[in-house]
């Protein structure tokens, strides 16, 4: 069976019947609980009732193939690779960059050895997509966001940034506070591997405390801005700020 395809959640209870029955064929993820499957179901109407933004969200979704890559690559370990572009050009040491700009006082462009060669954070946490699926205890390493801004010298009007992908669609948002964490990271390596291009590498954006989606692949600019610019799914009803356990209409206890 193709992998469930669509980053979307309620009200599809065929598609999240799919994503439970078809995760972890190794034994490495460990899909969501029926219980909580079925919690979910029963939030979807009253989500829909309340955000009919979300319903826009899931035609726009469900009337192409938003996952090009997801048919070609196998399911690693419990993940499931989605891309919202079609194909997605592969980057490394010789073309890459990381661009830092918008609203900073020293805009920059980082290749991937001057990534590398920034002290790195370690961070272990579950991963857990809004879809329901969840990996436990993934290590990524990187450099977190904040210490590019303080390179970069955030000027006093900035609140918020945008993150870019070099596949050419896919954006996301954190306010500053948010992203000054240190457990958001310019993602390098991922289950202590360097970031294969499945899985949004060279760099992705790692953002632990928050539903995957906010984990932007393919990471190419960070962009200082006035005011939050909404991200790619979150143009389509998801929340911006995805706090796992307290956004997108769950209240369970967060697992971070
Ligand atoms: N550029 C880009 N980043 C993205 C996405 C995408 O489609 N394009 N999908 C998001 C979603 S919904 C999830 S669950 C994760 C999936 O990451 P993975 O493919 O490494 O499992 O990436 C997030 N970041
Ligand atoms: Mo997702």
């Given at each position: 069976?193709?992998?469930?395809l669509?980053?979307?959640?309620?009200?599809?209870?065929n598609r999240r019947?799919?994503?439970?029955?078809?995760?972890?064929p190794?034994?490495?993820?460990?899909?969501?609980?029926?219980r909580l499957?079925?919690?979910?179901?029963g939030?979807?109407?009253?989500?829909l009732v309340?955000?009919?933004?979300?319903q826009r969200g899931?035609?726009?979704?469900?009337g192409?193939?938003?996952t090009?890559l997801?048919?070609?690559?196998?399911n690693?370990?419990?993940?499931?690779y989605?891309s919202?572009?079609?194909?997605?050009?592969?980057?490394g040491?010789?073309?890459y960059?990381?661009?830092?700009?918008?609203?900073?006082e020293r805009?920059?462009s980082y290749?991937?050895?001057?990534?590398?060669?920034?002290?790195?954070?370690?961070?272990?946490r579950?991963?857990?997509?809004?879809?329901?699926?969840?990996?436990?205890?993934t290590?990524?390493e990187?450099?977190?966001?904040?210490?590019l801004?303080?390179?970069?010298?955030?000027?006093?009007?900035a609140?918020?940034?945008?993150?870019?992908c070099?596949?050419?669609?896919?954006?996301?948002?954190?306010?500053?506070?948010?992203?000054?964490?240190?457990?958001?990271?310019?993602a390098?390596r991922?289950?202590?591997k360097p970031?294969?291009?499945?899985?949004?590498?060279?760099?992705?954006l790692?953002?632990a405390?928050m539903?995957?989606?906010?984990?932007?692949?393919w990471?190419s600019?960070?962009?200082l801005?006035e005011?939050?610019?909404?991200g790619?799914?979150?143009?389509?009803?998801?929340d911006?700020d995805a706090?796992?356990?307290?956004?997108?209409g769950?209240?369970d206890?967060?697992?971070v």
């Amino acid at each position: 069976m193709r992998p469930a395809l669509v980053c979307a959640g309620r009200g599809w209870s065929n598609r999240r019947v799919s994503i439970e029955e078809d995760a972890d064929p190794d034994g490495r993820g460990t899909p969501v609980g029926r219980r909580l499957v079925l919690g979910m179901l029963g939030l979807g109407a009253a989500g829909l009732v309340a955000a009919p933004s979300l319903q826009r969200g899931f035609e726009a979704v469900t009337g192409s193939d938003p996952t090009g890559l997801s048919g070609l690559l196998p399911n690693g370990g419990g993940f499931r690779y989605y891309s919202v572009a079609s194909s997605v050009p592969e980057r490394g040491p010789q073309d890459y960059r990381l661009t830092v700009g918008g609203l900073v006082e020293r805009p920059a462009s980082y290749t991937l050895d001057a990534l590398r060669a920034l002290p790195q954070t370690r961070v272990v946490r579950d991963v857990q997509c809004v879809t329901g699926w969840r990996v436990p205890g993934t290590p990524f390493e990187g450099v977190p966001v904040n210490r590019l801004l303080e390179a970069a010298g955030v000027r006093p009007e900035a609140r918020a940034i945008r993150f870019d992908c070099f596949d050419g669609a896919y954006t996301e948002s954190l306010t500053l506070p948010q992203a000054r964490r240190d457990d958001v990271l310019v993602a390098l390596r991922m289950r202590d591997k360097p970031l294969g291009h499945g899985h949004g590498g060279p760099v992705r954006l790692y953002v632990a405390p928050m539903y995957f989606y906010k984990s932007a692949k393919w990471l190419s600019g960070i962009t200082l801005t006035e005011g939050v610019e909404p991200g790619y799914w979150e143009r389509l009803g998801y929340d911006v700020d995805a706090w796992v356990g307290r956004s997108n209409g769950r209240d369970d206890a967060p697992t971070v």
